[in-house]
């Protein structure tokens, strides 16, 4: 069974509300004295304190075991996110004129650039390991004592029972490096030294910072509460010196089972501080919405609280990029949700050309393309994507949506018919649906099925196929070859393929389905997106010019919506060439690390279907499990969703990992890895 609350904060970031003001000094001052002292020198120290236990422990991680090397990688990234919440009370205290810069600087400096650098490796690391212990019996005493009573904002209240329990997590997996390290008597008692003289840092800091800015040392309440035995000596100093006394015996190593207690309680404290939240502003009341509207919106309604209950990331916010990982909530995550197969977001020459666009055009145009939001960088992108896909004309769109919904009722209607595969992607569906055309729809990948059903139809009337070129849940690719045969032996017949996972993926330099197929300019109607690979936002259709005139007068998608922002259309081109000279190369690692990611996981026993692409998915056949594993996956730090129906058809319910240029071997096999501890942890559930 998994122990309730060992080790429960390692797997979630701390953050503080965005919107909590501590522009109050009585913030920092407003306690009891030697509360305020600690918990003020605290902010002031410990991010660089933080950044040493990282670096000390860093440097070892590839000695590690690899299931202690991951927990020391969680312990790292959630000491940093808290660390970095440190700061921004930090930043408020500085504004407050609260933060004795110069002093803090100078115990920095001389902590961090004297001493450490001179410090041998191992005694850094007991020194570390030795901190974390101080700090675990420090936050002990403040749960324990309850003095955290004494500050004011829930906030930092938040803030600090967080890192205090934090505290209590860490020393564990600390030690267990230490323990792994080294086992040397000197080293560690020298340790023990070294926290001990940082500590009384903290202590001199904090007093300094009373005495200078608030005063509260010349207070009668601080003299009193130092002198009077009863907190301190029982307290905090006695429990420090006890603990010590503890860490020398022999084989100490300390668990967080025995704070377990402590900590139940201290998670119990940040529930209930978490639901007290900001402070709304009042807003007027808004008109509700009419029974009759509310009625057909429950049933929805209930279904999606009832998932986003399950899988609390579904709309996680990504605070930033990070090549193949992500920052979410606090938490760095390897990212297996992005469609940026070929690793361009954030390419240098995409983003310079974006930010020349914008300080060039703004960041919109007026209005539409066909009454003045026409611009040359609209112009040139069409000529760039006709260019790369080797075709006469291509004409953009605001979303790759659009594109579909747009082009599909533009070309045929009431009288024609659609052949649409049955696993096309929503907006081809709904665009069949919007068309008014008769729609059929055909076995998956199915020529023969498609070919047949043609055949049944009367002569003479207009018909479209339309296909996906790589199917966005399942990462198979549509027989291209097969499909134009089977247009060719029916008259009045178009072939439209959607590119949307194919472009940079498929094709020896990355340039879709026809080159893949050896059979350049035999679509009719190509669309894709430039929402994927190409790391920007709007559709395109490629084709003759004569269909592209058609669609710029005739699609109403294109002449009633407002062009393409420059911005995009800048981005996007430059992303056209940074294919053209790198797409080769990028491709080719994309499909060795496609190849290893989807044979680790055969290995392990994953289903991963049919995929010859980027996307792998990893079927489940259940949406239970699929929703387990996908959390289980994200609290080992996978970024991975649970695709369910109406996405995919009942009993196929999966996660879909889509794999990029970015990921390394190492990403790849971490991922594995924590999939199968996530399978074991679902099993153990599910029995
Ligand atoms: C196959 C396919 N076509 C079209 C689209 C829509 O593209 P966009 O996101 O640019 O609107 C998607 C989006 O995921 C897709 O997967």
Do not use: W
């Given at each position: 069974m998994m122990p309730a609350t060992a080790h429960v904060l390692q797997k979630r970031p701390f953050r503080l509300d965005?919107?909590?003001?501590?522009?109050?000094s009585s913030s920092w001052c407003g306690g009891n004295p030697v509360t305020t002292q600690l918990l003020n020198a605290y902010t002031i120290l410990v991010p660089g304190g933080e950044h040493f236990i990282i670096r000390t422990c860093k440097m070892y991680l590839s000695r590690l075991e690899p299931e202690l090397r991951e927990e020391l990688e969680r312990v790292f990234f959630q000491e940093a996110s808290h660390s970095r919440e440190h700061q921004r009370v930090l930043e408020a205290m500085r504004a407050n004129g609260l933060s004795l810069e110069i002093f803090r600087k100078l115990v920095e400096w001389l902590s961090y650039h004297l001493l450490e650098p001179l410090t041998p490796l191992k005694l850094r690391l007991a020194t570390a390991a030795a901190i974390e212990h101080h700090n675990a019996v420090i936050a002990t005493f403040f749960l324990n004592q309850?003095?955290?009573?004494?500050?004011?904002s829930g906030e930092l209240r938040r803030l600090f029972v967080w890192h205090f329990a934090e505290e209590i997590e860490h020393k564990e997996t600390v030690f267990k490096v230490l323990q792994s390290i080294s086992r040397s008597w000197l080293v560690r008692i020298l340790g023990l030294f070294l926290s001990f003289t940082t500590f009384l840092c903290y202590l001199a800091i904090g007093a300094l910072l009373l005495l200078f800015k608030?005063?509260?040392?010349?207070?009668r309440d601080f003299w009193v509460e130092v002198l009077n035995p009863e907190p301190i000596r029982k307290g905090l100093f006695a429990a420090l010196v006890k603990e010590s006394l503890r860490y020398l015996r022999p084989k100490f190593c300390p668990s967080a089972e025995e704070s377990r207690p402590l900590l139940t309680s201290a998670l119990a404290e940040l529930r209930h501080l978490g639901v007290e939240g900001p402070k709304r502003e009042v807003r007027p009341s808004p008109r509700v919405l009419p029974p009759k509207f509310r009625t057909k919106m429950t049933r929805t309604l209930t279904r999606c609280h009832g998932l986003q209950k399950r899988h609390?990331?579904?709309f996680s916010c990504i605070d930033k990029y990070d090549g193949a990982w992500i920052h979410t909530g606090g938490e760095r995550k390897l990212n297996f949700?992005?469609?940026s197969y070929l690793g361009l977001l954030h390419h240098e020459q995409i983003d310079e050309a974006a930010k020349s666009a914008l300080e060039r055009?703004?960041?919109?145009?007026?209005?539409?393309r066909l009454l003045g939001g026409n611009l040359e960088i609209h112009e040139q992108l069409e000529s760039s994507i006709a260019a790369f896909f080797q075709r006469e004309a291509a004409i953009t769109f605001s979303s790759g949506f659009m594109a579909n919904l747009a082009v599909i009722g533009t070309l045929v209607g009431k009288g024609d018919y659609i052949f649409s595969d049955?696993?096309?992607?929503a907006s081809i569906v709904d665009g069949c649906r919007t068309s008014g055309a008769e729609v059929v729809k055909f076995r998956h990948n199915d020529a023969a099925d498609l070919d047949a059903k043609l055949s049944s139809l009367p002569n003479g009337v207009r018909s479209m196929i339309i296909v996906d070129?790589?199917?966005?849940?399942?990462g198979d690719v549509a027989p291209l070859r097969k499909l134009i045969e089977v247009r060719d032996r029916h008259l009045n017949t178009i072939l439209m393929v959607d590119e949307a996972h194919s472009v940079?993926?498929?094709?020896t330099r990355g340039r879709g389905i026809e080159e893949h197929f050896d059979c350049?300019?035999?679509?009719?109607v190509l669309m894709g997106t430039?929402?994927?690979?190409?790391?920007?936002q709007g559709g395109y259709i490629v084709g003759s010019q004569e269909l592209i005139d058609y669609l710029r007068y005739k699609a109403r998608g294109f002449i009633f919506s407002a062009a393409l922002s420059p911005v995009t259309a800048a981005a996007a081109q430059a992303a056209l060439k940074v294919i053209e000279n790198e797409g080769e190369a990028r491709r080719t690692q994309l499909m060795a690390n496609v190849h290893y990611f989807v044979g680790r996981l055969q290995e392990e026993g994953f289903d991963t279907g049919d995929?010859?692409?980027?996307?792998v998915p990893v079927v489940l056949r259940s949406e239970a499990l699929a929703f387990e594993m996908a959390k289980q996956c994200n609290l080992e730090g996978i970024y991975v969703m649970p695709v369910i129906y109406p996405a995919v058809?009942?009993?196929?319910?999966r996660l879909r990992m889509n794999v990029t240029y970015d990921h390394r071997r190492e990403d790849l096999d971490y991922a594995v890895r924590a999939m199968v501890r996530a399978r074991t942890n679902v099993k153990g559930r599910h029995g």
């Open positions: 965005e919107s909590a003001g501590f522009s109050d309850e003095m955290l009573r004494g500050v004011r608030t005063r509260a040392v010349l207070t609390e990331f579904f949700c992005t469609y055009h703004g960041t919109g145009t007026h209005g539409v049955e696993l096309n992607h070129a790589v199917y966005s849940m399942d940079g993926v498929l094709g350049v300019g035999q679509i009719d430039l929402s994927k690979t190409i790391p920007c995929t010859e692409t980027a996307i058809t009942k009993g196929t319910e």
